[in-house]
């Protein structure tokens, strides 16, 4: 079975411009959540979708979003960016069995560097 | 609200040596534990969870972890270190139903030959 699948690895990009990253959960996941990663906050949750729906969300502004498409894929959207939105973005899937037990399964992340 | 402590940002062990890493957590229901590693530019790998079942848990490459209610502990050992066990470790926490991980803030283990 193929893990999580996070695409671009590494992005640089400009303030004030907006950015999109992508994340294929593993197969016959539906619950995708995103984390950011930094040195000095750790690692902090953003939002978590399923089935197309956001169904928990972090507290970062709104200039933060994401969705979700039918076939379980998730995009994260970041606006007008900021030098402090510089961060390793985490993506992680789980199945919604009861059994799955609430255990994430992650994907290595993309890079985002804001210059 | 769920925290998880982890005390020490940086512990270095000799190879062969035992290795502990420590992890304190803060939970108003009965918690999801699990323990994560993260090697340079990638993203975490599962090392071991607990949910609810036995309070030793095993996990991959050689670690286990035991929960200890009592003392809200969920402490990371593997009895001989390795030098490919270097890299960046995290516990965390969560509430069973769909809620999201709270992570501690990492522990970079380095391994000396």
């Known amino acids: 079975k193929a893990g999580v699948t996070q695409t671009p690895r590494y992005l640089i990009k400009t303030r004030g411009q907006q950015v999109t990253l992508s994340c294929s959960p593993i197969s016959g996941h539906r619950s995708v959540s995103w984390y950011q990663q930094t040195p000095g906050q750790g690692l902090q949750f953003l939002f978590e979708?399923?089935?197309?729906?956001?169904?928990n969300k972090g507290n970062f502004p709104g200039r933060f979003s994401g969705r979700q498409f039918s076939n379980s894929r998730s995009e994260m959207n970041v606006s007008t960016l900021e030098l402090g939105d510089s961060a390793l973005y985490l993506c992680?899937?789980?199945?919604?069995?009861?059994?799955?037990?609430?255990?994430?399964?992650f994907g290595a992340g993309t890079r985002l560097s804001v210059l | 609200a769920q925290s998880v402590t982890q005390l020490g940002s940086h512990v270095s062990v000799s190879e062969g040596a035992l290795v502990l890493l420590r992890c304190n957590y803060s939970s108003s229901v009965p918690p999801y534990l699990f323990w994560y590693v993260q090697y340079p530019n990638q993203g975490l790998q599962l090392l071991l969870k607990?949910?609810?079942?036995?309070?030793l848990v095993k996990g991959i490459n050689g670690f286990e972890a035991e929960f200890k209610k009592s003392e809200t502990s969920f402490h990371l050992t593997k009895p001989s270190a390795h030098m490919s066990d270097a890299a960046e470790y995290f516990c965390a926490v969560s509430e069973p139903g769909n809620t999201p991980l709270v992570f501690g803030k990492g522990t970079r283990l380095s391994v000396i030959a």
């Open positions: 607990y949910t609810s079942a036995a309070t």
């Open positions: 979708y399923f089935s197309e729906t956001q169904r």
């Open positions: 992680a899937s789980r199945g919604d069995s009861p059994i799955a037990k609430n255990i994430q399964y």
